[in-house]
């Protein structure tokens, strides 16, 4: 989970600047989008718990991604496309959240740190590729973020709690 948060995270943010539209709108919409997440994620957890907030927010991530896939078609609609980014970003975002706080409910209290530090390093090192994807030919980036959305909601229905 925290591999496939992280590469998507990295990769919506360095991608930003070949979204069509203007610039300054889409990188206001993933900032507003991103605390908004933080916000909603942490409300969708008290109330669903770590495995429902992970699916809904892969799912999210996988209709804004695929969404941005045709983003050229709609290139002229700077609303839409910015609606696309919102989507896109608000999923990512959530999820990423929840990798942070679904830890202690899913690794025994003796192992949290552990598996935090663990967790982490393998998510920091993935996002080391996410520089190099979003360089790629477009719709390509948006394609792989999509695929890594849908592995990740995929492997959501496996989580399951420590307790």
């Not at 809904?56 to 209709?63: E, N, P, Q």
């Not at 896109?88 to 990423?96: L, N, R, Y």
């Not at 899913?106 to 994807?133: E, Y």
Request: hydrophobic share 55%.
């Amino acid at each position: 989970m925290w591999v496939t948060a992280s590469i998507n995270s990295m990769l919506i943010n360095l991608y930003l600047k070949y979204v069509p539209g203007g610039v300054y709108l889409n990188f206001s919409i993933a900032g507003i989008a991103e605390i908004a997440a933080d916000v909603c994620a942490g409300i969708v957890f008290s109330k669903l718990g770590p495995r429902w907030t992970f699916v809904a927010g892969y799912a999210i991530s996988v209709v804004g991604g695929g969404l941005l896939i045709f983003q050229n078609d709609f290139a002229s609609n700077d609303l839409l496309i910015a609606f696309f980014v919102l989507l896109a970003k608000f999923g990512s975002s959530v999820v990423q959240c929840v990798c942070y706080i679904a830890t202690p409910w899913l690794f025994p209290v003796l192992l949290c740190g552990t598996a935090f530090g663990i967790c982490n390093l393998f998510g920091r090192f993935s996002q080391a590729a996410a520089p190099s994807l979003a360089e790629l030919e477009i719709p390509l980036p948006m394609e792989l973020f999509t695929g890594i959305s849908v592995v990740g909601l995929i492997a959501s229905f496996f989580v399951k709690s420590s307790e």
